[in-house]
């Protein structure tokens, strides 16, 4: 069977994640806290981050590949369609990959990780037993790690949380004439991919399994999520959980 190696909170895994299912492809995921899905990735034949699908093939190790490996071995209409559409769509969902993705990532990040009973919380979340023991223990180095890894500080935050509002603005932009979809007449990786990759930033029901519960989240983090929630580009990443996940 197919084998998805992730983060299972992480929202580039969970885009893979969301692609899968859709094309009625089975596959068992395999679960790691951050910092401990190096090894795995790699023994796999990926690089060190996740989302990594092991398939018979071998090794597809980027989160828009796996999109475009379901269109290729999977039962659903494609994400990626033919032609000037196909060509807008990828336009779309590469520059959400580049921009939102690690925007949306380092504003949760950064206001989660100095969390009191953030250890504990990630602990509760952990695949494994072990994870989540391993990580109560290593918390300060582990977050110490992501907050280097990630340049996580007030400024980049702010200026990340700066860049998903211009993202948010655009595709409300883009939404003002009525459409459904952000490309073409139905469901496509641009819509996917936008609405996975705002998940951090406004919790769908979906993907809230994965988290901590919003009760127990910080009143800045609550308050972003209410904002963005009430915005066409919000609504629109809502709708796309409530109708295609």
Same mark, same amino acid.
């Given at each position: 069977? @197919?084998?998805?190696?992730?983060?299972?909170?992480?929202?580039?895994?969970?885009?893979?994640? %969301?692609?899968?299912?859709?094309?009625?492809?089975? $596959?068992?995921?395999? #679960?790691? &806290?951050?910092? &401990?899905?190096?090894? =795995? =990735?790699?023994?796999?034949?990926?690089?060190?981050? !996740?989302? !990594? &699908?092991?398939?018979?093939?071998? =090794? !597809?190790?980027?989160?828009?590949?796996?999109?475009? %490996?379901?269109?290729?071995?999977? @039962? =659903?209409?494609?994400? $990626?369609?033919?032609?000037?559409?196909?060509?807008?769509?990828?336009?779309?969902?590469? #520059? $959400?990959?580049?921009?939102?993705?690690?925007?949306?990532?380092r504003v949760a990040y950064h206001l989660l990780l100095p969390m009191p009973g953030a250890a504990k919380l990630l602990a509760e979340k952990a695949p494994a037993r072990w994870q989540g023991r391993l990580m109560r223990a290593a918390y300060p180095l582990a977050r110490a790690a992501m907050t280097r890894g990630l340049r996580l500080d007030d400024a980049s935050a702010e200026r990340s949380l700066r860049r998903v509002d211009e993202i948010f603005a655009d595709v409300g932009a883009l939404l003002a004439d009525g459409r459904r979809y952000l490309a073409g007449d139905r469901f496509t990786a641009a819509d996917l991919t936008f609405a996975a990759l705002a998940a951090p930033l406004i919790i769908p029901p979906q993907y809230a399994a994965y988290l901590p519960p919003l009760d127990r989240m910080p009143q800045a983090l609550l308050g972003i999520i209410d904002r963005l929630r009430a915005t066409p580009a919000g609504a629109h990443a809502l709708a796309m959980y409530t109708q295609h996940r």
């Amino acid at each position: 069977m @197919n084998r998805l190696i992730t983060i299972p909170f992480s929202h580039f895994c969970e885009k893979a994640r %969301w692609a899968l299912e859709r094309a009625g492809v089975p $596959f068992r995921e395999d #679960g790691y &806290l951050p910092m &401990l899905q190096t090894v =795995a =990735a790699w023994r796999a034949g990926g690089k060190r981050t !996740v989302p !990594v &699908l092991v398939t018979d093939g071998g =090794a !597809v190790d980027d989160s828009t590949d796996i999109l475009r %490996w379901c269109d290729e071995h999977g @039962n =659903a209409p494609p994400l $990626f369609p033919g032609g000037a559409l196909g060509r807008e769509v990828a336009e779309l969902e590469e #520059g $959400f990959d580049k921009s939102l993705g690690p925007a949306t990532r380092r504003v949760a990040y950064h206001l989660l990780l100095p969390m009191p009973g953030a250890a504990k919380l990630l602990a509760e979340k952990a695949p494994a037993r072990w994870q989540g023991r391993l990580m109560r223990a290593a918390y300060p180095l582990a977050r110490a790690a992501m907050t280097r890894g990630l340049r996580l500080d007030d400024a980049s935050a702010e200026r990340s949380l700066r860049r998903v509002d211009e993202i948010f603005a655009d595709v409300g932009a883009l939404l003002a004439d009525g459409r459904r979809y952000l490309a073409g007449d139905r469901f496509t990786a641009a819509d996917l991919t936008f609405a996975a990759l705002a998940a951090p930033l406004i919790i769908p029901p979906q993907y809230a399994a994965y988290l901590p519960p919003l009760d127990r989240m910080p009143q800045a983090l609550l308050g972003i999520i209410d904002r963005l929630r009430a915005t066409p580009a919000g609504a629109h990443a809502l709708a796309m959980y409530t109708q295609h996940r």
